[in-house]
Nanobody
Framework: QVQLVEAGGGEVQAGGSLRLSCVVS????????MAWFRQAPEKEREFVSA????????YYADSVSGRFTISREYTKNTVSLQMDNLKPEDTAVYYC???????????????????WGQGTQVTVSS
């Protein structure tokens, strides 16, 4: 059974940084494309970033491009999201997601991912 466990959330002031991590267990990490999504109160879940299997091509939402960096460490079965210059509007629950689909035509669509973590809260104060 595939499991995703996030860590690294917390509270930080605007302009600060946090690093989220997601450990994948239960299957071969290299077969997954990985992504981060977030959901703020009373808002729909939205795409943040993705990194594809094999090519490690990276994608970012416009709202986080230049501030967030996604990476994966194969030896630790981990995908990370480095978040710098955080803003109050980044406040949300952040979810790690994995897809074992061979070809991922739309990495920003949440229905492309079949495994999800439980989420970790990120709060940015002004």
């Amino acid at each position: 059974q595939v499991q995703l466990v996030e860590a690294g959330g917390g509270e930080v002031q605007a302009g600060g940084s946090l690093r989220l991590s997601c450990v994948v267990s239960g299957d071969t990490f290299t077969q997954f494309s990985m992504a981060w999504f977030r959901q703020a109160p009373e808002k729909e879940r939205e795409f943040v970033s993705a990194i594809l299997r094999l090519t490690n091509t990276k994608y970012y939402a416009d709202s986080v491009s230049g501030r967030f960096t996604i990476s994966r460490e194969y030896t630790k079965n981990t995908v990370s999201l480095q978040m710098d210059n955080l803003k109050p509007e980044d406040t949300a629950v952040y979810y790690c997601a994995a897809s074992d689909t061979y070809f991922l035509p739309r990495p920003s669509d949440d229905y492309m991912y079949n495994f999800w973590g439980q989420g970790t809260q990120v709060t940015v104060s002004s």
